[in-house]
Nanobody, 124 residues
């Protein structure tokens, strides 16, 4: 059984930084690719960033966050981080951690394992 637990969300002002954590447990093969998605009210869940955890460490980002967010891993701790700098009001959403075997995908329905989500609210 794979479990994902997110933490680190909160209320910040525009321009501030936050670091989200996704702690994984269970079968390591099932968490080869770990991604962050976000969803705001009335919108579809959208891809934010992803990382290949157990192989190359390759990363991918959505264009909207490419120069502001950084995804990283600490395999010893079984944790994937999302460092978010220069936060904008439009970054407000529930952020979800997701995992899948094999390669990175940007479509939410390609991920079979999900955390419960953590709220990020950015005020102006």
């Amino acid at each position: 059984q794979v479990q994902l637990v997110e933490s680190g969300g909160g209320l910040v002002q525009a321009g501030d930084s936050l670091r989200l954590s996704c702690t994984t447990s269970g079968r390591t093969f099932s968490t080869n690719a770990v991604a962050w998605f976000r969803q705001s009210p009335g919108k579809e869940r959208e891809f934010v960033a992803a990382i290949r955890v157990w192989s190359t460490g390759r990363t991918e980002y959505a264009d909207s966050v490419n120069d502001r967010f950084t995804i990283s891993r600490d395999n010893a701790k079984g944790t994937v981080y999302l460092q978010m700098n220069g936060l904008k009001v439009e970054d407000t959403a529930v952020y979800y951690c997701a995992a899948r075997p094999y390669s990175i995908e940007k479509r939410a329905n390609e991920y079979g394992y999900w955390g419960q989500g953590t709220q990020v609210t950015v005020s102006s």
